[in-house]
Nanobody
Framework: QVQLVESGGGLVQPGGSLRLSCAVS????????MGWFRQAPGKDREFVSA????????DYADSVKGRFTISRDNAKNTVYLQMNSLKPEDTAVYYC????????????????WGQGTQVTVSS
């Protein structure tokens, strides 16, 4: 079993930055991928970014490429999402997901989820 706890959300003005964190505990694996997803009101949850737990390969949705950066600190069992140049359309609840890599990139099929953290981009 794996537990995921997100933090770092908040209110930020357009053009601003936030860094989300996902603390990972429990039985992890070098064959894991960690992903960030988001869900805006009235919309489906969508993929944002993912990283392999051991190899550091990354993947980004086109909508965030060049603005968001995913990273992981294995010593701290934490995955980060650095979000720059934020736009109002980035407003959503952001979720951290974890799961075994059956193939890469992994944009679906995550088994474990955190509770989410709210990100609001507004002036």
């Amino acid at each position: 079993q794996v537990q995921l706890v997100e933090s770092g959300g908040g209110l930020v003005q357009p053009g601003g930055s936030l860094r989300l964190s996902c603390a990972v505990s429990g039985r992890t694996s070098s064959r894991y991928a960690m992903g960030w997803f988001r869900q805006a009101p009235g919309k489906d949850r969508e993929f944002v970014s993912a990283i392999t737990w051991s190899g550091g390969s990354t993947d980004y949705a086109d909508s965030v490429k060049g603005r968001f950066t995913i990273s992981r600190d294995n010593a701290k069992n934490t995955v980060y999402l650095q979000m720059n140049s934020l736009k109002p359309e980035d407003t959503a609840v952001y979720y951290c997901g974890g799961g075994y890599i059956s193939r890469w990139p992994k944009r679906q099929g995550y088994e474990y989820w955190g509770q989410g953290t709210q990100v609001t981009v507004s002036s």
